[in-house]
């Protein structure tokens, strides 16, 4: 069974505090995406990548990071964590060249920054 | 711009049939997608459209006006397993995915 597993399932930080949060896909896909998904607002794209070591901003990279070292694996970085980015964070992963946008996400990070 | 709607919550009864619509405003356009997310799990595709007209899987069927920019997901004889959140989400012309903020399903027997 395809799989994309998320580190974390609950998080409880700090303002300030560094997070990680890591994402692994056991599908071969080129494509990892890093997203949060907040109460009455759709999913918003913070960093995607389409290969080892690429990575391209989303809509809302500030106070974020990732790193893709392996193919397999795509981490989001918060250098310091603030109460604003309290939030759900998906990660997804798809085929290069995709354009039937099937994404497939991991179960999701819950992030509370107190 | 990037502009999609669709409605917060809607409820239905099981058996019966329910159409969620999703609106949207774009100048590029490269395909109309549906998720379904349970709580506390991830979203799964359900069905992309990028022609004009109804597409059918099931009991879940797609529906597409690129020239009205707007959309439906049809379900019909409804689950109670059918209470999810319905996403609707757009491709631009940059293949970058524009998401709605979703659509709360309540199922009620």
């Known amino acids: 069974d395809v799989k994309v597993t998320q580190s974390s399932r609950y998080l409880v930080k700090r303002t300030g505090e560094k997070v990680f949060l890591e994402c692994v896909q056991d599908?071969?896909?080129?494509?990892m995406f890093w997203y949060r998904q907040d109460p009455g607002l759709g999913l918003r794209l913070i960093y995607f990548?389409?290969?080892?070591?690429?990575?391209e901003k989303g809509d809302i990279p500030e106070g974020y990071s990732v790193s893709r070292e392996k193919k397999e694996r795509f981490s989001l970085i918060l250098e310091s964590a603030s109460t604003n980015q309290t939030s759900m964070y998906l990660c997804?992963?798809?085929?290069?060249?995709?354009?039937?946008?099937?994404?497939?996400f991991g179960e999701g990070s819950r992030l509370t920054v107190l | 711009g990037q502009n999609i709607d669709q409605p917060t919550e809607m409820t239905a009864t099981e058996g019966a049939i329910v159409q969620i619509n999703c609106t949207y405003q774009?100048?590029?356009?490269?395909?109309l997608f549906w998720y379904q997310q349970h709580a506390g799990e991830a979203p799964t595709f359900l069905s992309y459209n990028v022609l004009d007209g109804l597409e059918e899987k099931g009991r879940f069927s797609s529906f597409l006006s690129r020239s009205k920019g707007y959309s439906y997901l049809l379900l019909k004889e409804l689950q109670m397993k059918d209470s999810a959140s319905y996403l609707c989400a757009y491709l631009d012309s940059n293949y970058q995915l524009i998401w709605g903020a979703g659509t709360k399903l309540i199922i009620k027997p």
């Open positions: 774009t100048s590029g356009f490269n395909g």
């Open positions: 599908m071969d896909h080129e494509n």
């Open positions: 997804a992963s798809s085929f290069l060249g995709a354009d039937t946008g099937e994404l497939f």
């Open positions: 990548s389409y290969d080892v070591k690429m990575k």
